[in-house]
């Protein structure tokens, strides 16, 4: 997959947040040294995790997920070192592959101690088992939790949400985002999709939340109002990614973490969208009256 092409398409109105993409990707292909081990790949139910919120036990169909652990491939790869073919991503990089729920993961990132990639789709809620295999090896067969949804985002500077103004620059302290005006919040987590996709597929349109998914953007505590949400679904051409455009209030509060909600589960947080919020008109001290 053309990483800087996906980068370029990541919003369908006309926003190109080509900033806040390569930051996200960063997180997500972290490289390592490749050593020659030969060892079963060794894991634990704790270092499965949320890619976005690094939280075990919190995944969701089509939702990005991490592997941490030793031994989990012989080599480093990327998917952007795969030609893809009929928008996809390979299941299985150097020998090693995911299996979780009987089904086989598209793998975005393999390294020795890491493995990026996108929870099945075609799972429900519940339990099921997973294991990383390589080549003639396999790891520990364990269990995890998946949800409906697991709405997380993606952070920067600690806590700052990643989000971008239209023009693609990043919503910042030094470039906060005004009253009225749209955004475009990056997320994983947000589930099924209609029309729906399938394990490994990369959508190259814009595909929205499935109708029961009952999105919600909340903003300092208080719900941003249904009409506001423009377009809450897949990020076009970048798998396990979605995006939320919104219409910020023409009155924004003066708290500024925010939270998406999807099929009642909560973003995990603090997360800040930094809000430019006018100051207080300073306070008018009476004079003294003379005697």
């Known amino acids: 997959m053309d990483l800087r092409r996906a ?31 030969g060892g079963n790949p060794s894991y634990t139910v704790d270092s499965i995790v949320n890619t976005a919120t690094q939280t075990p036990n919190y995944l969701a169909p089509n939702g990005l997920a991490t592997i941490y652990g030793t031994e989990l491939a012989l080599d480093t790869s990327s998917v952007s070192a795969y030609s893809q073919t009929a928008g996809s991503l390979p299941t299985s990089m150097h020998g090693v592959s995911v299996v979780m729920g009987g089904l086989i993961a598209g793998l975005i990132y393999v390294s020795p101690t890491q493995i990026n990639f996108v929870v099945p789709y075609e799972l429900a809620q519940g339990t099921f088992t997973i294991f990383v295999g390589r080549n003639s090896l396999a790891g520990p067969l364990l269990k995890v939790q998946v949800y409906t949804a697991a709405p997380a985002f993606f952070t920067w500077r600690g806590n700052l949400g990643i989000a971008v103004h239209l023009d693609g620059s990043l919503i910042s302290p030094e470039k906060p985002a005004k009253a009225g005006e749209i955004v475009i919040l990056f997320v994983t987590g947000l589930g099924r999709v209609s029309p729906d996709t399938g394990s490994s597929r990369i959508a190259n349109v814009p595909v929205s939340l499935y109708p029961t998914a009952q999105l919600q953007v909340v903003l300092g505590g208080i719900p941003v109002p249904a009409p506001n949400i423009l377009y809450a679904g897949l990020a076009p051409n970048y798998a396990g990614l979605y995006q939320v455009n ?46």
């Open 7 to 37: 980068c370029d398409h990541a919003c369908p109105i006309t926003a190109r947040p080509v900033i806040a993409c390569w930051i996200i990707l960063g997180t997500l292909l972290a490289l390592s040294t490749p050593v020659a081990w």
């Open 246 to 291: 919104v219409r910020l209030p023409t009155v924004l509060p003066v708290a500024s973490d925010v939270r998406v909600v999807a099929y009642g589960q909560n973003s995990p947080g603090p997360v800040i969208l930094p809000l430019d919020v006018p100051a207080p008109p300073p306070v008018q001290i009476a004079a003294d009256i003379p005697k």
